[in-house]
């Protein structure tokens, strides 16, 4: 039997608790995904996708700028 509940992304709603999870070790990059009303921010964890969503644009650029500087970032 094969599990497919690793595929499933995690929601974090806060944005401290975002930012200590792409401080983690095992983050490897953050997308950036910007629509009409929301600003979607996913960081890829070795074992689960983190997604926050954002809906000021003010904050999501502070919080852009304040990402790890070794992270890889990629705007979409």
């Known amino acids: 039997m ?3 509940l690793w595929c ?3 929601q974090i ?3 401290k608790d975002f930012l200590l999870t792409a401080r983690r070790k095992d983050a490897r990059s953050v997308k950036i995904k ?3 009303d929301v600003v979607k921010f996913k960081v890829r964890c070795s074992k689960y996708l983190y997604t926050l969503c954002v809906f000021d ?3 999501a650029d502070k919080l852009k700028q304040s ?3 070794g992270l890889s970032v990629l705007d979409l």
């Open 2 to 4: 094969i599990s497919f």
């Open 8 to 10: 499933i992304p995690k």
């Open 13 to 15: 709603n806060e944005i």
């Open 34 to 36: 910007r629509s009409k």
């Open 57 to 59: 644009t003010e904050k």
């Open 67 to 69: 990402l790890p500087p």
